[in-house]
């Protein structure tokens, strides 16, 4: 047993997996007839590939992985879901996280009666090693958010390798945002930490929320385990062939990070400025989190322009607090003139 199939749930050990028409033969042939497929409807008539080869090999390239390390699926939303279904015993197995971050974690967690046990961020959001290590060996899977979703912050290095070291379980982090931060992609610590997973999605900076593809970059034995227990197609062919086209778009891709993220510090000054903005956290994502003197007023005010933005201020250590989306120069420029109109 390796360190990663010590880790997963001993029945999925056994699982036969569903073998799916494309898997018992993949080779080129004249006529497919073992998929119960129409033989009208080109194109989309035909199953799309279980294993996503195509845009699992073009990721790698692009992220300078090798493919075996890698996962794509219905967004990063199903890896989340997956590793919890691979890794954690219902009733008996419990995860770690760190609030204020992103809910999804919880949700599917309980959703799947798995136990959530929650300490807070520290200063600065960043996570509190000392108290982290008194628990770093009761969880199977602890999720960390870098950038985190909604303070905006990344983790700092020194601090996540501390945290690899120590943790007997999964660190799932979630770079959701990492094209829009300053720092680099946990990506690098793969090869050293083989129970690292990192997340990343099409959603964000690619545009492609729409499309619903995510990635998991891990160990092959994780990789090996979710491709097990997935859907034999969890992506669509349309979503596969919009991932792919993304991929080609390299430089208008870069020009629109980069606008955004000239965007948001321009608004991040701009929210400065405004007399019921009591703080304006530090940002390396597409949003930005403030403080303001009542977010319930703020929320309801914007809403009733028609500017919906979110109220975060239900979370721990958030009260007053709303995370706003960086749009384009037109869109925040909206934002401003409504905010300046804003009296308390
Ligand atoms: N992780 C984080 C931190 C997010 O904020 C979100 C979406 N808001 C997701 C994952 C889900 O992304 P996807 O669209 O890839 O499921």
Redesign the pocket.
């Known amino acids: 047993m390796t360190e990663i199939t010590s880790l997963i749930r001993p029945h999925l050990l056994q699982l036969m997996p569903y073998a799916t028409a494309r898997d018992e033969y993949a080779g080129e042939a004249k006529l497919f007839l073992d998929a119960n497929e129409s033989p009208y409807n080109l194109k989309l008539n035909r199953y799309p590939d279980p294993k996503q080869t195509v845009l699992r090999k073009a990721v790698a390239v692009w992220k300078g992985v090798n493919p075996e390390n890698v996962f794509t699926g219905?967004?990063?939303?199903?890896a989340?879901d997956l590793l919890l279904r691979a890794f954690c015993e219902p009733g008996k197995d419990a995860i770690l996280i760190m609030p204020p971050?992103?809910g999804?974690y919880a949700v599917a967690a309980n959703t799947h009666g798995i136990g959530v046990d929650e300490l807070l961020l520290g200063a600065d959001f960043q996570p509190d090693y000392e108290k982290l290590l008194q628990r770093s060996k009761q969880y199977k899977i602890l999720f960390l958010?870098s950038p985190?979703?909604p303070t905006g912050n990344l983790i700092k290095n020194d601090i996540l390798e501390k945290i690899l070291q120590v943790f007997s379980g999964l660190v799932v982090v979630?770079e959701?945002?990492a094209d829009f931060s300053g720092g680099d992609s946990n990506l690098t610590l793969l090869k050293k930490f083989p129970r690292l997973v990192v997340?990343q999605?099409?959603?964000?900076a690619l545009g492609l929320?729409a499309a619903?593809?995510?990635m998991a970059f891990a160990h092959k034995d994780v990789i090996e385990v979710l491709d097990r227990i997935k859907l034999p197609y969890n992506l669509n062919a349309l979503s596969i062939e919009a991932a792919m086209k993304r991929l080609k778009q390299k430089e208008t891709l870069s020009v629109q990070i980069k606008s955004i993220i000239r965007q948001r510090q321009k608004l991040m000054k701009s929210f400065e400025k405004l007399p019921f903005v009591m703080k304006v956290f530090p940002s390396e994502a597409n949003f930005i989190l403030i403080k303001v003197t009542d977010s319930n007023h703020l929320y309801n005010f914007l809403a009733q322009k028609g500017i919906i933005v979110r109220n975060r201020s239900n979370q721990p250590l958030l009260e007053n607090c709303l995370r706003i989306t960086v749009g384009n120069a037109h869109q925040n420029k909206l934002l401003m003139k409504t905010l300046r109109q804003y009296n308390l």
């Open positions: 219905n967004g990063s939303d199903e989340i971050t992103y999804m958010c985190n979703n979630d959701a945002y997340l999605t099409f959603s964000k929320a619903r593809v995510g």
